[in-house]
């Protein structure tokens, strides 16, 4: 079994920061690649930004130069670092793990239950 587990959010003034915790638990190989996700009241899931294998990161727009995802390897754990913070940030956040769970084998994707963000006056 593969589980994850986001944490970090919580309510905001417009202009803070919040870091998201996401870790990946069970028996797997290693985390090829991780995404953020959220989805806003009313609103479909987007993407927010993701973590390639090799080191390489991409940022939706909305999220580019505010944003920033990482990876702890040793602690089995995705970050997304958010600064500058908007209302319109406000929304559940998932946290997308990429795992291969044998050498060799392809990864599949798990998700997180998700961990909410207002941002609020």
């Known amino acids: 079994q593969v589980h994850v587990v986001e944490s970090g959010g919580g309510v905001v003034r417009p202009g803070g920061s919040l870091r998201l915790s996401c870790v990946v638990s069970?028996?797997?190989?290693?985390?090829?690649?991780a995404a953020w996700y959220r989805q806003a009241p009313g609103q479909a899931r987007e993407w927010v930004a993701a973590?390639?294998?090799?080191?390489?990161?991409n940022y939706a727009d909305s999220a580019k130069g505010r944003f920033t995802i990482s990876r702890d390897n040793a602690k089995n754990t995705v970050y997304l670092q958010m600064n500058s913070l908007k209302p319109e940030d406000t929304g559940i956040y998932y946290c997308k793990a990429d795992v291969r769970r044998h050498a060799g084998r392809p990864a599949n994707p798990y998700w997180g239950q998700g961990t909410q963000v207002t941002v609020s006056p």
């Open positions: 973590d390639v294998s090799g080191g390489a990161t």
């Open positions: 069970g028996n797997f190989y290693i985390i090829a690649g």
